[in-house]
Nanobody, 115 residues
């Protein structure tokens, strides 16, 4: 079992920044990637950014150049630095932990960007 605790969401004006954190605990040694996804009501949950156990990362086109995913292995924590936020970034952001056999999701954190 893996437990994920997200934090860092909130309300920010357009152009502002937020940093999301996701702390993983439990049986985390088999992790192959961790990532951030987001979802708005009535739509599917979409990938925002993902980082592999080897350190490679990929991003949704809509956030490239504005968001940065990083991790602190010693703290079992993944971060999402979000800059130049836009109203269309408003969503619930979820952290996902993945191994070859399992995936776990966090509870989600709301990000609201006002225009």
């Amino acid at each position: 079992q893996v437990q994920l605790v997200e934090s860092g969401g909130g309300l920010v004006q357009a152009g502002g920044s937020l940093r999301l954190s996701c702390v993983a605990s439990g049986s985390t040694l088999s992790m192959i990637s961790m990532g951030w996804y987001r979802q708005v009501p009535g739509k599917q949950r979409d990938l925002v950014a993902r980082i592999s156990s080897g350190g490679s990362s990929n991003y949704a086109d809509s956030v490239k150049g504005r968001f940065t995913i990083s991790r602190d292995n010693a703290k079992n924590t993944v971060y999402l630095q979000m800059n130049s936020l836009k109203p269309e970034d408003t969503a619930v952001y979820y952290c996902k932990w993945q191994s070859w056999s399992y995936e776990y999701w966090g509870q989600g954190t709301q990000v609201t960007v006002s225009s």
